[in-house]
């Protein structure tokens, strides 16, 4: 429970806008929803993330729409409550900056924008909506803040402190620079995945059968919002072509290098880079990366089976850092990894085996 409760409106109700309404409300705080989607707005109220906006002031406004909508109703937001602090979790920044600026030009008296921090948590999911929500889904998450020089020291307070009730971690970074590195780190990917999956529609069932869990994991991210992601492209378009095409680049000479007989070498050359770009990953919440071993369980097609295998891992008191279902096409029966530190691996594998499950061998797993 957090020590002062404080009054926040969060405009928008979708997976991000509903998650931040939940993990305030669970540390007491005041909280208002409002969404142009009425089943939205229902659907984050029956949930208890907040009571339906009815004009009542706020200290703090959260603005979680589409970009194409953020500067708009942003400067709604700075115009309608006098002295709260506006920020928002649009994905680009740069663009939502300068669209603000341009619509506060336009206005006599203008609005006073040096309330306004950009902002934007990196955390979501594959699929959005007020009913994917969570109250912890920010938690251990780096939280971007983009201030302008103009930016008040009260308003960047009042968004340092919203990112800690959420669970995050603020990261101070200019707009320009967060929509480059966004560019890389999480449009191409969101572009990668879908040219990927994209090129599975038209191939024939016997060809999927053979699908391993490396394309399911590079491909998770394919079931997005179509409609977001144009969105998000066009407001960051230069720094994604730019990034797309360093990424093309590199791909075109190594399918350059197997041509012309040279391909080995090339691809040695592009997993040991991969390996040495996947090293300089943080780890969990921000620290050091570290590698995990991957303790492999065959598990039965049969209700209750991984409920009881969660049941064993938990009295074996090893600290789990992830789980991975692959699943045996055709077959009565899939493999769980149990991902843990490798001072945990012989503990996990002796308890589990002693339990009659059946275990194959440890797999050491690169940095998280």
């Known amino acids: 429970m957090s020590t002062s409760s404080r009054r926040v409106l969060v405009a928008g109700c979708g997976l991000i806008g509903t998650s931040i309404a939940l993990a305030l409300r669970q540390r007491g705080h005041r909280v208002w929803l409002s969404d142009m989607n009425d089943a939205h707005l229902r659907q984050a109220e029956q949930q208890g993330a907040g009571d339906a906006h009815r004009g009542e002031h706020a200290d703090i406004v959260v603005v979680a729409v589409p970009p194409s909508s953020t500067a708009e109703v942003i400067a709604a937001h700075l115009n309608q409550d006098e002295d709260a602090t506006v920020t928002d979790t649009a994905s680009i920044k740069a663009h939502v900056q300068r669209d603000i600026e341009q619509l506060a030009a336009a206005e006599q008296p203008p609005p006073d924008t040096a309330r ?21 889904l920010f938690a251990g998450r780096a ?16 968004a340092r402190w919203l990112v800690h009730e959420c669970g995050a971690t603020p990261v101070i970074i200019d707009a320009v620079d967060h929509d480059q590195a966004l560019a890389l780190t999480s ?26 869990q490396g394309l399911r994991d590079m491909t998770r991210i394919a079931a997005a919002d179509s409609a977001l992601w144009a969105d998000i492209a066009s407001g960051n378009a230069q720094p994604l072509a730019d990034a797309t095409d360093a990424l093309a680049g590199t791909l075109q000479r190594t399918a350059s290098a197997l041509r012309d007989g040279t391909g080995a070498a090339a691809v040695a050359h592009l997993v040991d880079a991969g390996r040495a770009g996947l090293r300089r990953l943080p780890g969990k919440h921000g620290g050091e990366a570290r590698s995990f071993i991957a303790v492999s369980v065959v598990v039965r097609d049969q209700p209750g089976e991984f409920a009881r295998l969660l049941t ?47 275990l194959i061998d440890d797999e050491p797993v690169s940095e998280e």
């Open 187 to 212: 449009h191409v990917p969101q572009l990668v995945a879908s040219a990927l999956a994209a090129q599975l529609a038209d191939q024939p069932d016997d060809i999927l059968e053979l699908v391993g």
């Open 116 to 136: 306004y921090v950009g902002g934007h948590p990196l955390a979501g999911r594959e699929r959005g909506g007020p009913q994917r929500a969570r109250a912890d």
């Open 143 to 158: 939280w971007a803040l983009t201030p302008t020089p103009a930016t008040r020291p009260a308003a960047l307070k009042d």
């Open 312 to 358: 064993d891992t938990a009295a074996a008191a090893v600290n789990v850092e992830d789980l991975r279902v692959e699943h045996a096409p055709g077959l009565p029966m899939g493999l769980i990894e149990v991902f843990v530190g490798p001072e945990a691996a012989a503990t996990l594998r002796a308890a589990l085996a002693s339990r009659g499950w059946t």
